[in-house]
């Protein structure tokens, strides 16, 4: 046999051999075509005790650890809910001027209340997905957002971050929004559990809930995005919820998260939001943010103690103090096990392992703007237009005064780890001037008196209002719901000088307007729009977009009237949740209080009809008609009421919506399904919900006072 047949038989008898110790080579773990449990399973079995206990504490300001015996991967995380901020530390260092830290730019999306307002889940979605992609162009694996609190007290300070007061709305939000971002391959993260739902000594603040307060108005959403959308990782909040931080609070992380709900993902610490080694490591927290290093090298950098950012806790659950307590039985084995192997379950889940990584995502584009000029423009809300005063049309508007401190910058959100650093970022004053072209004069002034002269020499005074990142900020509630000094006595004298002016406000939560609303005819709340805010305001003013956002927080006459007052900041590191179930417009509803504008409102430049209702216990159905000149979109809302309940409850509650776009004059059937859950009330003495048989009221309508039809059915069983 001539030697090359001979070296090819042997290379062909060899070949199965080596295939055989190749595949031996390539342990389980590594084989993406097997089962993630069966990874994990595999590669958990392979791991000493020091490594699975290095495992649940992080390795920097935003990585988990790697192994690199193992070949595990750090998670890289990044904020927030609306774009990619820089990951290199807290906020307070990456969002500086000259900050000393790499910068990274990405997408700067309208802020949580403006999404709200558009009661679109769809694009929601689409907002998430946009998101997971410049995560993915950035390198990131997982983005800590959507925040879901409710809005609770008005002067909260992250109420901008949030999607309102109603955690029906919020739910079927943030679900969009969890499944687009992680569609894109992208962990999202849904925060913060439980109840931070104000700045006012956010890190050791203790909320005393009831049960069914926690089930009926703060937990939905959270468990929403656990049941609905698959959430893979939940942040633990700051506060305590009744008596227990959250980090180690075990009804809600193991009862309530994991055993009731079935969660099967991460449970991440908010940063420095641990307090404890043994109560943590058996409540159900499986990794604490951030990385004891980079604590001690930001807080030598100065990062202010008292920014919320850093606060002197955290680094609980290192090696030093978590291996001897493992050893010495008082926190188990298996509960190490159970942390590690959510870690690995959501690393193998999202694809961490294999490289190229799938994709490679996109930031910065000119689609990703198209997209928050889009939100931008279906969150705003016009709270008031008598007279018609808006649009602006050229054949009726040949000048327009532009004035106001928020005239001539982008306010594109508010303050904190939420904050976007963004290079296109659009003024009012300069979209409107790209608007406006030649057919309409343009003239600018910040601040009286010039401002009130150039609006009495023009058509319409444009007064470009509200709050900043400064004002409305992580780490510290507002002090009063009044405006920042001056704009009140701005607005009245222009008010004074023209009686076509329009107030754009930028607010992500509700503020006193009592001293000007009379005076003004057209009101729009722009909120924290993003990057394209400018842009998007100007499609507003000028009708190149027929608004349609509607109000997902209640905005109250005074703060007096609010739900929470009286029990909130709370008192000796106490504050009690003592309105219950009645929070929003539920409590307006019970006690019968007329708000400045209701949840649910938003005007638009056409208007709609509603007729045909046919209500079941199943099904409920109407005809929506556009009757106006304008195509135009409207947000039907659809609240149900118990008429004779055996227990205290709401007025009425929402239990679906829809958003549809209807051209002038078209007609629209909609129908809505009703699942008995939507009925029901959570019994804590039953530790269950309750569907009561008898008569309930439907009630829908253009807003929560807006009711244009209703009927009832009678439930039998
Ligand atoms: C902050 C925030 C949280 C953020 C985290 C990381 O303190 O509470 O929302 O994701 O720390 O920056």
Known sequence: MKPIRALNLLAALAAPMITAVRAQD?????????????????????????????????????????????????????????????????????MKANSPLPTITSTAFPAGVALGATWDPELLREVGKTIGQEARALGRDMMLGPGVNMVRAPLAGRNFEMYGEDPYLTSRLVVGYIQGMQSEGIIATVKHFAANNQEHERQTIDAKIDERALREIYLPAFRAAVQEAGVWAVMSAYNKVNGFWCAENSWLLTDVLKKEWGFKGLVVSDWMGT???????????????????????????????????????????????????????????????????????????????????????????????????????EGMVLLKNAGGVLPLLPQKVHSVAVLGPNAAVARTGGGGSSSVKTNHAISPLDAVRERAGTAIQVSYAESLPEAAELAAKADVALVFAGDSAEVEREGRDRESMDLPAGQDELIEAVTKANRNTVVVLNVGAPVAMDRWIERAPAVVNAWFPGEEGGHAIADVLFGDVNPSGKLPVTFPRKLEDSPSWG????????????????VGYRHFDKKNIEPLFCFGHGLSYTKF????????????????????????????????????????????????????????????????????SALAYYDPAKKDWVTEPGKYEVLVGASSRDIRVRGTFELTK
């Open 26 to 94: 390539t342990p389980p773990y590594r084989d993406f075509k097997l089962g993630v449990e069966q990874r994990v399973d595999d590669l958990l079995g392979r791991m000493t005790l020091e490594e699975k206990v290095d495992m649940v504490s992080g390795g920097g300001w935003m990585e988990s650890k790697a192994n690199a015996r193992l070949g595990i991967p750090a998670l890289k995380m990044a904020d927030g809910p609306v774009g990619v901020r820089a990951w290199f530390g807290p906020s307070a260092l990456t």
């Open 609 to 676: 009809e509603y007729s045909d209702l046919q209500v079941s216990a199943r099904e409920v159905s109407l005809k929506v008609r556009n009757a106006g000149g304008r195509d135009g979109a409207e947000v039907v809302q659809l609240y149900v009421r118990q008429v004779a309940p055996s227990v205290d409850r709401p007025v009425k509650e929402l239990k679906a919506f829809r958003r549809v776009e209807l051209r002038r004059g078209e007609a629209w059937p909609i129908s809505f399904s009703l699942d008995q």
């Open 275 to 377: 307090h404890s080694t043994v109560a943590t490591a058996n409540a159900g927290l499986d990794l604490e943010m951030p990385g004891a290093e980079s604590i001690r090298r930001y807080i030598a950098a100065g990062v202010p103690q008292n920014s919320g950012d850093i606060g002197s806790r955290g680094a609980m659950q290192t090696p030093e103090k978590l291996l001897p307590l493992v050893r010495g039985g008082e926190v188990k084995e298996a509960a190490i096990d159970d942390k590690v192997r959510r870690l690995l379950r959501v690393m193998f889940a999202h694809g961490l392992f294999e490289n190229p990584k799938p994709g490679g995502g996109v930031v910065d584009t000119p689609a990703q703007r198209t997209l928050a000029r889009k939100a931008a423009g």
């Open 567 to 582: 029990h909130y900041p709370g008192k000796d590191g106490v504050v009690e949740y003592a309105e219950g179930i009645y």
